[in-house]
């Protein structure tokens, strides 16, 4: 395994395994390096994450199905698990083990992407933080809850779909309510955390590694986060919100008109169709939140690529943000957004347009 390092062999090796859904190659590759004197940080951090993050990606294109990446990524799990069990096993706790400092780890409310959250919680107690994970998908009332029984000093919020934004808004404000600061992650908070800070997040990470040495350099946390979020965005979400029902079944009949194929006929392609509709409202939705275009355009430019991946007509996005607007003309803020992406597909096509 050459040593402390992780060398390009073993990270080819490791995504053979998740190509294979070789549960059991993969630990012992990733097991191996830790007993060569790699460290279990680095083989989580530089071996698994980047691994995980490429099947996403080989979703995303089309190349591998949707069966696949729940394959590749029960293996990656898995592999989290015995990582960490044989760093405890072959190393000494750090001196004052637990001592750091009291962190509680949740992913958003409507988040399932737990990955990142349970990387995260293992490399906080390799760096000798007293660590409790809830999982995925978590509700305010669960964080006040845990809250008010544990104490924590820190509560680490993972997010990794940006249409959960004004979701983890209320268990920032849970959080902030009950006193406890906030470090925020994951790529759903946007470029440098942008969308974490103004949702009133004490602090972001770009990774568990920054997290870990956010928290060691800055500890103890304080409150220093204030939301951003106005009451004029606020009530446009709402609105947004009360209209989804109508609004989704709206677009249904317009894909039907301007792109057949994506709806389909079998349960399954209706369902796949109008989970794309869904994520399209809850995107523009979170954009008009955090009053940031963004949240939409990096969604269009997602989908754009996914469609042309699986031979779908992107034009249909067009169509959509089109549709969208002409029911939407008595919300200002939803327009300028829908706006902004139709300033975004149409400079795609002519290839001028910003990339988002």
Same mark, same amino acid.
């Given at each position: 395994?050459?040593?402390?390092?992780?060398?390009?062999?073993?990270?080819?090796?490791?995504?053979?395994?998740?190509?294979?859904?070789?549960?059991?190659?993969a630990?012992?590759l990733?097991v191996?390096?830790?007993?060569?004197?790699?460290?279990?940080e680095?083989?989580?951090?530089?071996?698994?994450?980047?691994?995980?993050?490429?099947?996403?990606?080989?979703?995303?294109?089309?190349?591998?199905?949707?069966?696949?990446?729940?394959?590749?990524?029960h293996?990656?799990?898995?592999?989290?698990?015995?990582?960490?069990?044989a760093?405890?096993?072959?190393?000494?706790p750090?001196?004052?083990?637990?001592?750091?400092?009291?962190?509680?780890?949740?992913?958003?409310?409507?988040?399932?992407?737990?990955?990142?959250?349970?990387?995260?919680?293992?490399?906080l107690r390799?760096?000798?933080?007293?660590?409790?994970?809830?999982?995925?998908?978590?509700?305010?009332?669960?964080?006040?809850?845990?809250?008010?029984?544990n104490?924590?000093?820190?509560?680490?919020?993972?997010?990794?779909?940006?249409?959960?934004?004004?979701?983890?808004?209320?268990?920032?404000?849970?959080?902030?309510?009950?006193?406890?600061p906030?470090?925020?992650?994951?790529?759903?908070?946007?470029?440098?955390? =942008?969308? /974490?800070?103004? &949702?009133?997040?004490?602090?972001? @990470?770009? %990774?568990?590694r920054? $997290?870990?040495?956010?928290l +060691?350099?800055?500890?103890p946390?304080?409150?220093?986060?204030?939301?951003?979020?106005?009451?004029?965005?606020?009530?446009?979400?709402?609105?947004?919100?009360?209209?989804?029902?109508?609004?989704?079944?709206?677009?249904?009949?317009?894909?039907?008109?301007v792109?057949p194929?994506?709806?389909g006929?079998?349960?399954?392609?209706?369902?796949e169709?109008?989970?794309?509709?869904?994520?399209?409202?809850?995107?523009?939705?979170?954009?008009?939140?955090?009053?940031?275009?963004?949240?939409?355009?990096?969604?269009?430019?997602?989908?754009r690529?996914?469609?042309?991946?699986?031979?779908?007509?992107?034009?249909?996005?067009?169509?959509m943000?089109? =549709?969208? /607007?002409?029911? &939407?003309?008595?919300?200002?803020? @939803?327009? %300028?957004?829908?706006? $902004?992406?139709?300033?975004? +597909?149409?400079?795609?096509?002519d290839?001028?347009?910003?990339?988002?």
């Amino acid at each position: 395994m050459n040593g402390t390092r992780i060398t390009e062999a073993a990270r080819a090796g490791f995504d053979a395994c998740l190509a294979a859904a070789d549960e059991d190659a993969a630990i012992d590759l990733a097991v191996g390096l830790v007993a060569s004197g790699v460290s279990a940080e680095d083989v989580l951090l530089r071996l698994v994450a980047p691994a995980q993050l490429k099947v996403g990606e080989l979703w995303a294109s089309g190349e591998w199905t949707v069966a696949q990446e729940h394959a590749a990524t029960h293996v990656s799990s898995r592999t989290v698990d015995e990582v960490a069990s044989a760093a405890r096993a072959t190393a000494r706790p750090p001196a004052g083990s637990g001592a750091q400092g009291r962190v509680l780890v949740a992913c958003s409310d409507g988040e399932w992407h737990v990955l990142p959250a349970r990387i995260l919680t293992e490399v906080l107690r390799l760096r000798g933080f007293d660590v409790r994970s809830l999982g995925g998908s978590v509700p305010p009332d669960g964080i006040l809850s845990d809250v008010h029984r544990n104490g924590p000093d820190v509560v680490a919020l993972s997010c990794t779909l940006p249409w959960n934004l004004p979701l983890a808004y209320r268990q920032i404000e849970t959080c902030r309510w009950a006193g406890v600061p906030v470090i925020a992650g994951g790529s759903g908070f946007g470029p440098a955390g =942008a969308w /974490a800070y103004a &949702l009133g997040a004490d602090l972001y @990470a770009a %990774d568990a590694r920054d $997290a870990a040495e956010a928290l +060691l350099h800055r500890w103890p946390p304080v409150l220093r986060g204030e939301s951003s979020v106005g009451a004029d965005a606020v009530e446009a979400y709402a609105m947004l919100v009360r209209q989804r029902p109508a609004l989704l079944e709206y677009l249904a009949s317009a894909l039907r008109d301007v792109c057949p194929g994506l709806g389909g006929s079998s349960g399954t392609e209706q369902e796949e169709g109008t989970g794309f509709l869904g994520r399209l409202l809850d995107s523009l939705a979170a954009a008009v939140f955090v009053d940031d275009e963004r949240v939409f355009t990096r969604h269009l430019a997602f989908v754009r690529t996914y469609l042309a991946a699986r031979s779908a007509d992107s034009r249909c996005l067009l169509a959509m943000t089109d =549709a969208l /607007a002409g029911r &939407l003309n008595e919300s200002p803020r @939803a327009l %300028d957004k829908l706006s $902004a992406g139709r300033r975004f +597909l149409t400079g795609q096509e002519d290839g001028s347009g910003s990339r988002g």
